[in-house]
Structures are given as C-alpha cells and as structure tokens.
C-alpha cells in the first residue's frame, strides 16, 4: 500500500507542474504526429506508440495519465487494448478514450463494454477533444489527490470519481459524498432519514433488483455492479450505474459496505442517440434502408416458421425531381416528411404499422425511407396478397390530396412495385430488388399506380436472356464504341485528359446501357474480354489523335475487378500500348474501391507495376465503397475521382459539401489531385474551385461525346483559345 501511495503522490505532482503525460496509440503516422503537436501546443506531454502491443510496454514502464486508444489497428484492436489495460494492476485508474468513426455506433458500444472511459469520434475536432481531455485530467488529478489523503476511501473512489458513500456495518452509519447528493437532487441530511431519501428516489420498477444487488453483495462478499433508474423531486429522471463492494477489517470481517454512483443519463442519450441516427433517417424518423432490411430479414424467419406470406411495398415518387428543381430543396425535404406521414396514416392500424426500431415488435409492418424519394413498406403477415394491392392504392390515393408547402400547393404521385416472400424471393435482397423492378414498370405503365412483380417476370427474363444471347457476339461484330467525356481544368477550364466510356449498338435492341449489360457480362465471364477491347480502343484512338496532332491530352479508361484477377495485368496493359506506339503517360488508368476487396496485396502489387511503366491511376467513385484511410495510404493511386453522389447537392446539403470539401483536402494531404464527376451547374464548379479540386467532369462542360463530336469539341476549344492569345 506504501508504494501505490507514493505512485499516487508522483502522479498528484506530475499533474501540479501542468505537463500531463498522454499515451498517444494510433498505427497511422499522420494521426499519431497530429496528436502530438496539439498536445504539446496545449501543454501536456505526449508519447505515441503505433500498435496495442507497445502500448501495453509503454504503460508496464510508466503508466500515463491518460490514453488515447484508436480502436482499428492490426494486430490487438483498441478493444483487446483497453481490456488488458484494464485487467492490470492500476490499470482501471488511466482514463482511456477512444477514437472511432461517428457512423459505427457498435464500436462506441464495444469501446464503453472494453473499459473505454469516453469516445471521440474521426476526423477528430481538436478543440472538443481538448476540453475533454481537461476535464478528463482535471477529475483524475482530483481522484488521486483524495486516494492521497483519505485512503478509507481509497477504494470506492478507485471504482468512480462521481457520488460516493459508505456504510458501517458495525455502527449503522451512513456516509455520502456531496455529489451524490447532488446527482439525486438532494439536500444533505442526518444518516437516517438520509438512506431513507435516496433510497425513495430510486425508480418503483428498480428497487427490488437493487435491494437483490445489495443483499448479494452483503452476504456473499463479493463486488456488484447494476444500473438502475432514478426519479428526482424535479421530476427529470437519471440513470445511475453504481458498483458495491466490502471492505473488510484488519482481522479480515466485514467492516463497511463502500460504493459509487455515477449519472449515465448523458452518455445513454448519446448512445441512444448513436444508435437511433444508425438506424433511422433524420429527414422523416422512419427507418432507414438498413432497419428495413433487419425488419425483413426478422418478418421472413418468422413467415418460413409460422407459414404465412410477407409482403414489400417499394414506392417512388413521380417526377420529385421537378419539384426540387421548381421550388427548391427545402420544399423538397418538407414534402418527403409529409409524404412519410402520409404513409404512417394511410397504412391502417389493421395493418400494425410502427415506427418502432424494436426488433421483437415483428407483428408489425415497417415503414422505411430508403433514400431519396424512395420508401418502403413491409407488411409481415399477409393472409390474401390481393390484400396488398388494397394497401397500394390506399397509398396513392393518401398522395392525391395536394400538400401545402411554404405557400405553395404541391401534387405529386407516386408508383408503387409489389413482392410477396416466398414467390418473389426468399431474401432481404432479391425481394428489394425485384419490388423496385415492379415499381419501374409500374412508372413505364403511366405512373401512379402499382405492380405485382410476378406480372413483369417472364418478360423481364426475356430480355435478359436476349442480352445474353446477343452480348458474347457483339465482341466479334464490333458493336461496341468508346465514347469520351472531357476532364476540365477548374482554374483554366483547359480540357486535360478524356475518360472512355463503353457504348453497345445492338442493331435490333439500339442503344443498350453499361448497367443492363456490364453485369450480364459480368455473370458471363465476358467483362475481361470486354476490358481488354476497351484499353486496345483507347490506345488506338489516342495513336490516331496523336499522328493527327489533336487532342494531345491522356485518355482514362476504367479496370474491372475481374481483369486483375486474370494474372500479368500490368504486362498486358504495357503490350497494349507498345502495340498502339503511344507513350505510357497517355494512359490513364481507373479502378473502384471494390477492386481491393479480394486479395489486396495482389492488386496493389499489379497497381505499383502499372505505376511504374509510368501511367497514373485514379480511384474512382471515392466514398461509395470501403476504403478507409489506412487503405488509401497504401494504394498506389494519383487521383481521387469524387463520386456524384457527393457533388449533386452541395449546393443546398451542407453534409454533401462538408464530405466533398474534406474528400479534396484529405486527397490534397496526401498529394493526390481531385476530380469532381456529375458537374452540372455554374454553382457548383464555383464551389469546388474554391475548394481546389483539380479537375471536373459533367454536362455543365460536355455529356459523354462520340469521337467525331469529341474532335469537333477539341478543335472548337482550341480555335476560341488561339483567338483570345494577344496578338504581337
């Protein structure tokens, strides 16, 4: 006990000379070196470690004041961290904060249930996580100095630094400290009437399993630990986690009954809240896409046991886009809030509709909004499925009435595809994807109205196997043409590269989309052949503009998955342009998030080699798929192609601009240049070169052009610019 004494008094003076000493573990070297200049900038002392493992010999050595733990690391997570901190001596005194990301609530979770004492969240805010760690320093400065000058109650302040008490089990006395007083909302009073007033704060439902919680504690001398609730004379109601333990005399019998209690209100409502936004939407308050699919995937278990039918609604709105473009966003957003009250009111109480996020309450439906204009209605015990098409058209007909929005009249419709578990699909995801079939072909039937999906499927499939049948001899028949899309210049507005972009002239079926026959293709075993076809007419095309000397700038084509799954790609790719004669750096090269999912080593390698005949390499659609910034450290990657989804509304969402803005900046800190796709609008070029992206594509410039539109563009450009050059 001399020892742990004379630690505490060491840590009390180190605390007093204002340099705080901070474990900073974090396997990111840029994290790692951020914390530190803001730690030395506010006067503590830091020390970073890269993994858990040195940061566990890190603490044997000295113990900290306080740790800032990041939970995804290789090796041990945070997680494994924290709890072998926790389980060494003194190791449950080091407040412990963990960094984690604001969408991933059951990491803040997992962190709370490892020991971690509080959480911030990535991209960390400097000034927030400042404050935190004062406060936080600040309280364990407090802790220490009272283990130093009352060791009776040395343990149950080791326990927490919020409302203490004791209780004499020879004398009957009753002892509490001032806050907890203050947390029950009471006056300090004789040691009597004392238990007697908190106990009666204690919630009626909760007072028997803390009574149980005591007693066991009493009599078989082993620490508690429960959460109960509490009523205050105010009327407000707290939830207070409290853990009991026995101390004993000298001789070794029980002495005094010593416990805390500290108010969880605060982190419940954020963790409540966590996990209400995870699952919800903010516009409306219905579930999101993912509650939704738990909803279905629960109502489908349930409808294989019991025998019954499930049914999916899947509605779209008609023509929304016209109302954003005609009135403006926020009337946009208020008429989807309105159209999700609607939908609340227009689905009967016969047909137990909930917003409840309770995943027991399967006896009833779930109304989500899927994003966008997009909603979905799960109905889980469907007895007639006519029963559904009622429901439909109870939905389109609650839609007709006009809605009244910021002094305009708004009439809008909707179209609604209909699925039935188990005809339609025995899954989450094929009952999903074949209601929006049904809900496309009810809009290709004139809109406002609903469709079963079974009516479409034999045509549906029909086409499907058309595309199939045509698709393998399209190669040899050379239907397929690269159309080019110019990158522009956001300072200059000079065109600087062209991205090729695959086009299928199907001589009966016309015009055929990438997203009807790239997957096709995909299932077929087709797409490397495919992608071989489009890097050689990229090439070509490019030897052409170069002999003619137009259009001297790099074309970009996008890699699939699958062609680095076939071995040498980096070999092929360097004969295709020794066969073109065209230098390497006229070849731009585009990959998706998804191309690292499978053997990541392997593609990085191939990417380097790629890099290293000197073409540069983009990664496409950033922020849609799974990189992380540890991922991103390690591709080999030039550029950052944002994805639309993130440009469409920066004008009006400030989360999309605030992503956009941070995508350019987190690309500018690694050297890595920035380009915008789905441009549209003067505003929106404005921004993103205020932002200092490098380049932009979009219609605001040019739609995908064939390559006599293209030339005919270039040469345009390139005439205008030559008359504005000075003369003389």
């Known amino acids: 006990m001399g020892d742990r004494v004379d630690g505490e008094h060491r840590k009390v003076e180190d605390l007093a000379k204002k340099r705080p000493r901070v474990l900073v573990v974090d396997d990111d070297q840029s994290v790692r070196h951020t914390l530190e200049r803001a730690l030395e900038h506010d006067g503590l002392e830091p020390q970073t470690v890269s993994s858990g493992e040195a940061a566990l010999q890190a603490f044997d050595e000295c113990p900290p004041h306080l740790i800032l733990l990041d939970v995804q690391m290789p090796g041990m997570s945070g997680f494994q961290v924290c709890e072998e901190l926790r389980a060494r001596p003194n190791g449950d005194e080091v407040p412990v904060v963990m960094m984690t990301g604001m969408e991933d609530s059951l990491a803040i979770q997992t962190a709370y249930d490892s020991g971690a004492t509080d959480f911030v969240t990535k991209p960390i805010q400097w000034l927030i996580l400042s404050h935190r760690l004062r406060y936080l320093l600040r309280a364990d400065t407090n802790l220490h100095r009272l283990r130093e000058s009352q060791e009776r109650i040395a343990n149950a302040q080791r326990l927490s630094q919020v409302g203490s008490w004791e209780f004499d089990l020879e004398t009957g006395l009753f002892n509490a400290s001032d806050m907890l007083w203050e947390i029950h909302g009471l006056e300090r009073t004789d040691a009597a009437s004392g238990m007697k007033a908190l106990a009666e704060t204690v919630h009626p439902s909760d007072r028997d399993h803390l009574r149980r919680s005591l007693q066991s504690c009493w009599q078989q ?313 489009v890097l050689q007419a990229a090439c070509h095309q490019a030897a052409d503009w170069a002999r003619r000397g137009i259009c001297t700038v790099p074309v970009a084509v996008n890699l699939s998955p699958e062609q680095f799954r076939k071995p040498g790609l980096a070999a092929r790719i360097s004969e295709i342009v020794r066969q073109a004669g065209i230098p390497p750096e006229s070849l731009d090269l585009e990959i998706t998030e998804g191309v690292v999912l499978h053997d990541a080593d392997k593609v990085i390698q191939e990417l380097e080699a790629i890099r290293a005949l000197g073409m540069r390499v983009a990664l496409d659609d950033f922020g849609t798929g799974y990189s992380s910034l540890s991922y991103l450290r390690r591709l080999p990657v030039d550029t950052l192609k944002i994805d639309r989804a993130f440009i469409k509304d920066i004008e009006n969402e400030p989360e999309d601009a605030a992503l956009a803005q941070g995508i350019i900046a987190l690309g500018r800190a690694l050297g890595l240049r920035s380009v915008a796709e789905g441009v549209e609008t003067e505003a929106q070029r404005a921004r993103l070169a205020a932002w200092n992206c490098d380049q932009m594509q979009g219609y605001l410039f040019s739609r995908p052009l064939p390559v006599p539109e293209l030339e005919e563009l270039w040469q345009h450009r390139h005439s205008n610019e030559r008359s504005r050059e000075p003369s003389g």
């Open 221 to 533: 001398s082993s620490p508690v630990r429960f959460d109960h609730r509490m009523c205050r004379a105010d009327g407000s109601k707290r939830i207070l986690h409290c853990q009991v333990q026995m101390s004993f005399d000298p001789d070794g019998s029980p002495a005094r009954l010593e416990g805390i209690a500290q108010d969880l209100t605060e982190r419940k409502r954020t963790e409540e809240q966590v996990r209400f936004l995870s699952s919800h939407d903010a516009l409306t308050s219905l579930g999101n896409r993912r509650l939704f699919r738990e909803r279905l995937d629960l109502a489908i278990g349930q409808a294989h046991q019991g025998g019954w039918k499930a049914g999916v609604l899947y509605l779209d709105l008609d023509h929304f886009k016209r109302i954003n473009e005609t009135f403006g966003h926020s009337v946009g957003d208020s008429l989807l809030a309105e159209v999700a009250n609607r939908l609340v009111m227009s689905v009967r109480g016969a047909d137990l509709v909930t917003r409840s996020d309770r995943a027991e309450e399967v006896d009833s439906s779930a109304i989500s909004r899927l994003g966008g204009d997009e909603f979905c209605i799960l109905l889980p015990r469907v007895r007639d499925v006519q029963s559904l098409a009622a429901v439909a058209r109870r939905i389109l007909d609650a839609l007709e009435s006009p809605f009244s929005l910021a002094g305009h009249e708004v009439v809008v419709s909707g179209s609604v595809g209909i699925t039935v578990y188990p005809n339609d699909g025995e899954d989450p995801e094929t009952l999903l994807r074949n209601a929006d079939t049904a809900m496309y072909a009810a809009k290709e039937q004139g809109r406002n109205s609903y469709q079963f999906y079974a009516e479409r499927m034999n045509e549906l499939s029909l086409r499907r196997l058309i595309i199939e049948g045509k698709l393998r001899r399209a190669l040899d028949e050379s239907q397929f043409e690269l159309y080019y899309q110019p990158k522009v210049n956001l300072a200059s507005g000079a065109i600087e590269g062209f991205e090729g972009l695959l086009r299928w002239h199907e001589p009966e079926l016309g015009m055929v989309g990438p997203d009807d026959f790239i997957p096709i293709a995909e299932e077929m075993g087709l797409i490397t052949s495919l992608g071989d076809w």
